[in-house]
């Protein structure tokens, strides 16, 4: 193995660097941090190949301007090693809601120190701090209710520091002064009993000397739906104001509150779906003064809020990590109204489906009502479908009444929708596109950071599609699809975090799908087939074990990629609990696990896998793979005992499972015990665990590729993992790039902007577990794999399909992003592969050239230069930095 870098003198010199990318927990200046552990990390950035620290050293300071003079008020780390990026806080308990400074020194290999520019974090409400009680307008328990709150009060110091925390059941918009702060579908949803998120607001700018007044309102579903949990209303709200002098004040909700007698909006109001996830928005601006967010308002028309039904020991409150919902963007959609239509109905056209709500902006009417319906299609007649996604609902819609002013503009912004077109009604004059009509596209703002593009047209609208899909499936958690559902399951979280850990700021996401389902965890150790969720309810009182098997491959996952052991500290009982329920209901004849309770899928959707035995292979098959995966995590947080156990568990399954489901005549594993089937999926699920005996890899491999594609979303990812990793990637890159049906290729060639669900064009047409083949052509066509945890170490190893000019892609990673580029260029000596690098300050990378399409020897030479290595085993070892290299054969009489 070659190391170019090292030749070079690179990793020896002394190298300037730069330490940015400071991150508290991962988050940019933090508002909220209120737990006790937690992690700084940052990178490190340069113009040389090679760069990395040897030492490091934190400081915090209660003040800047300390840091400025090399002082530490709260904590100096004093210097420890300094190549993991990272060092957790060890100083003493921090004050709750407060300011902190801190930077962060590296030494580099050869001494040559580096500080980061100072960088802030606040702490939120530690559960000491909380005096705000939780407050609604009334003590009755209404389904799809509203509170319209508020609270003046006089502010006589010039402040130096206010913070706000609010929080509500379900979501909340906080305004002060009757500027809006915040973000939209806040808190995002959990199970209040177990952890209830606040947001922080820094504030001080909105706070005026005088008569201030802050309001909010605030919405509570309560009717059993499929993505929350029901709990009961209410809304709390703590102000804390540091003032120049250095006194400080607080505000908090209580019985002084007032609330408006009289609301806008309907309380009461029927559900858009038919699994209850959002209320029609029913608004008549008629009942509301504009003045009833500003100081000086008429108190006649409130009267006092009262406590709201919190159980007395409250919830326990945890600072909301993932961001809030923003707006990405207004699209200006297209008119598409069949012609003939009567005033007053338009139908409109965003060109693709988006989440977020149409906005209005009209001159006002007194008592006209404008009504916006949404669908994902239109039916023949062009008018929009009475649908959401493929359930048929007559109330997917919202409505607003006019007051009468001469411009009113108004978007119903207290849920998420998911449509393309909306039909308006209502309005009498012409609404033009742009001026009168726009849709917003909101999502939780997780930011999407990585590539992908080739020489391959299709290949680079999939691309599009995906991150479309998934941005639009980001709604406070990990949704399955916008409309229809909008609910967070194992599985598709787990298919969804393939695109997501490459391609977006997404830990806080998928850490949250793992809090929100520990939390959910049943007695026996499963989980519920969604959370949050009522479960308790018959609609949704289900569950999925195949689905459970998800939680270890998603929490592994997310480990993997950032890193953090204590990702693994935190989930570690959850994961053994779980695994223990299954491993314990094993058939002491077989050593198989059987079906139990629950409903079984082993592909979804439309699945073709034969159920017809308690004995289900792709159930056992993930199950040695969760097992495997517990016993590798306790081995790295130090429970050596439990790995050597879960490690025998997983390898006595894995045994009974090749002695009793696979057909070693046949070569192939059958789908469940007594099976004849032996499905494509199937088998290559199992050669993607291993299981595979030795001597028939490339047997299975060769029937899995030989196969006509039957595997559906579920399955095709192992399957197609297994064909890149077994000798056959022109097989796996030619499922993902064909253009018939079935595939992704063919949903791009029907017109589909964002992923379907399956491959068939019946159901939801915006679902992002299917996006995970933007990641295998990130990860096996251009190469990109981490070799150990956080990307310490990658591999770059590209595959150059026939009929491929180039591809490049981009992918995030906790110590930046590493990128890789291909070129096939032709010249009459034969063809040469450039190779474009760039790897990230602190990971080092191999470069390997195995699968090259060019026979014997290698020459590769940088760019520019007359040095050429020679290599003969095809392997590079990289430092970080930028690399242009030309690779191409070596003339055999060299």
């Given at each position: 193995m070659r190391n170019i870098a090292a030749d070079e003198g690179g990793a020896g010199r002394s190298v300037p660097v730069r330490v940015d990318f400071l991150r508290v927990d991962g988050n940019e200046t933090p508002l909220g941090l209120d737990n006790d552990g937690f992690r700084f990390s940052w990178r490190l950035a340069g113009d040389e190949q090679g760069l990395r620290s040897r030492a490091a050293?934190?400081?915090?300071?209660?003040?800047?301007?300390l840091l400025d003079k090399g002082e530490a008020d709260v904590w100096d780390s004093g210097t420890f090693d300094g190549r993991s990026l990272h060092a957790d806080y060890a100083g003493p308990r921090l004050k709750g809601a407060s300011r902190y400074w801190w930077k962060v020194a590296v030494w580099n290999e050869a001494g040559r120190r580096s500080d980061s520019d100072p960088a802030r974090f606040d702490t939120g409400l530690f559960p000491e701090d909380w005096e705000a009680r939780w407050i609604w307008r009334t003590t009755d328990l209404l389904t799809n209710d509203y509170a319209y709150l508020r609270k003046e009060f006089d502010v006589s110091k010039r402040i130096a520091y206010a913070k706000l925390f609010m929080s509500a059941h379900n979501v909340a918009q906080v305004f002060v002064n009757g500027t809006s702060i915040g973000g939209f579908g806040s808190p995002a949803p959990t199970n209040p009993e177990k952890r209830k998120y606040y947001l922080a607001y820094d504030v001080t700018a909105a706070i005026q000397n005088g008569r201030n007044c802050i309001s909010a309102i605030a919405h509570y579903l309560g009717g059993s739906g499929q993505n929350y949990v029901n709990g009961v209303p209410g809304f709390r709200l703590q102000l804390e104001a540091v003032h120049e002098d250095g006194t400080r004040q607080r505000w908090a909700t209580d019985t002084s509150w007032e609330t408006l007698k009289v609301m806008p909006r309907t309380a009461g109001m029927p559900y858009q779906q038919n699994r209850r996830m959002s209320a029609i928005d029913d608004y008549d601006a008629r009942k509301l003064d504009p003045a009833w967010q500003l100081p000086g308002f008429d108190m006649?028309?409130?009267?006092?809020?009262?406590?709201?039904?919190?159980?007395?020991?409250?919830?326990?409150?945890?600072?909301?990590?993932?961001?809030?919902?923003?707006?990405?963007?207004?699209?200006?959609?297209?008119?598409?109204?069949?012609?003939?239509?009567?005033?007053?109905?338009?139908?409109?056209?965003?060109?693709?489906?988006?989440?977020?709500?149409?906005?209005?902006?009209?001159?006002?009417?007194?008592?006209?009502?404008?009504?916006?319906?949404?669908?994902?299609?239109?039916?023949?007649?062009?008018?929009?479908k009475h649908h959401v996604c493929n359930e048929k609902q007559e109330r997917h819609y919202d409505r607003y009444t006019m007051r009468g002013d001469a411009l009113e503009t108004w978007q119903p912004d207290l849920s998420y929708k998911a449509f393309r077109y909306v039909e308006i009604t209502g309005y009498p004059d012409l609404l033009v596109p742009g001026e009168h009509v726009e849709i917003v596209f909101a999502h939780t703002a997780v930011a999407c950071e990585g590539r992908f593009r080739c020489s391959d047209g299709m290949l680079n609208q999939m691309f599009e599609a995906a991150v479309q899909t998934q941005k639009n499936n980001l709604l406070g958690q990990t949704v399955d699809c916008p409309h229809r559902e909008q609910a967070q399951y194992l599985a598709d979280s787990d298919l969804q975090a393939e695109l997501l850990l490459y391609n977006f700021d997404s830990?806080?996401?998928?850490?949250?799908?793992?809090?929100?389902?520990?939390?959910?965890?049943?007695?026996?150790?499963?989980?519920?087939?969604?959370?949050?969720?009522?479960?308790?309810?018959?609609?949704?009182?289900?569950?999925?074990?195949?689905?459970?098997?998800?939680?270890?491959?998603?929490?592994?996952?997310?480990?993997?990629?950032?890193?953090?052991?204590?990702v693994l500290e935190r989930y570690y009982d959850t994961a053994k609990r779980m695994i223990d329920y299954y491993l314990g209901t094993a058939d002491p004849h077989t050593g198989l696990v059987p079906a139990g309770k629950g409903w079984h899928i082993s592909d979804w959707p439309y699945p073709t896998v034969d159920h017809g035995s308690a004995f289900l292979t792709v159930h056992n098959v993930k199950l040695v793979q969760a097992a495997r995966i517990v016993a590798e995590a306790a081995k790295r947080i130090g429970r050596p005992a439990d790995g050597e156990t879960y490690l025998q568990l997983a390898g006595e399954l894995g045994r009974s499972i090749v002695r009793h489901l696979y057909d070693a005549e046949r070569k192939r594993f059958v789908d469940c015990l007594g099976s004849e089937a032996s499905h494509q999926g199937v088998n290559g699920l199992a050669l993607h665990a291993g299981l595979v005996p030795e001597t028939d890899v490339g047997a299975v491999a060769e029937y899995v590729a030989g196969m006509e594609w039957e595997a559906r979303t579920v399955l095709s990812l192992p399957m197609?993992?297994?064909?890149?990793?077994?000798?056959?990637?022109?097989?796996?890159?030619?499922?993902?790039?064909?253009?018939?049906?079935?595939?992704?290729?063919?949903?791009?060639?029907?017109?589909?902007?964002?992923?379907?669900?399956?491959?068939n064009d019946i159901e939801s047409h915006c679902h992002a577990w299917n996006g995970y083949p933007i990641r295998l052509l990130q990860e096996y066509v251009t190469g990109i794999r981490a070799v150990s945890p956080g990307f310490a170490e990658a591999t770059i190893r590209p595959f150059f399909p026939d009929g491929l000019r180039f591809a490049d892609a981009c992918v995030t990673t906790v110590r930046g992003p590493i990128s890789v580029r291909w070129e096939r260029i032709e010249r009459r000596t034969g063809t040469v592969f450039r190779l474009l690098l760039d790897i990230p300050a602190a990971m080092t990378a191999v470069l390997e050239l195995d699968l090259v399409p060019i026979v014997g020897r290698l020459s590769v030479a940088e760019a520019g230069s007359d040095q050429v290595a020679v290599i003969a085993g095809r392997d590079l070892e990289l430092a970080s930095g930028k690399y242009d290299l030309l690779v191409s054969g070596l003339d055999p009489s060299d």
């Open positions: 050293r934190i400081w915090v300071a209660t003040d800047r301007r006649s028309a409130c009267r006092r809020a009262v406590v709201a039904g919190v159980h007395e020991d409250g919830w326990p409150m945890k600072w909301q990590e993932i961001p809030e919902g923003a707006i990405e963007k207004a699209i200006v959609p297209h008119e598409v109204t069949p012609p003939g239509t009567p005033a007053g109905t338009q139908v409109f056209d965003t060109g693709k489906i988006v989440s977020g709500w149409p906005r209005i902006r009209l001159p006002g009417i007194p008592g006209v009502t404008v009504q916006m319906r949404y669908a994902e299609e239109l039916e023949q007649s062009g008018f929009v830990r806080s996401m998928l850490e949250k799908v793992l809090a929100d389902f520990a939390d959910s965890q049943l007695e026996d150790g499963t989980f519920p087939f969604v959370y949050p969720s009522n479960y308790e309810h018959p609609d949704f009182h289900l569950q999925i074990p195949e689905w459970d098997l998800h939680f270890c491959t998603l929490w592994w996952k997310l480990y993997w990629n950032v890193g953090d052991i204590r197609l993992r297994a064909l890149f990793e077994h000798g056959q990637p022109e097989a796996a890159f030619r499922i993902i790039a064909r253009q018939e049906y079935p595939g992704w290729g063919y949903m791009i060639r029907q017109g589909a902007t964002t992923l379907w669900e399956g491959w």
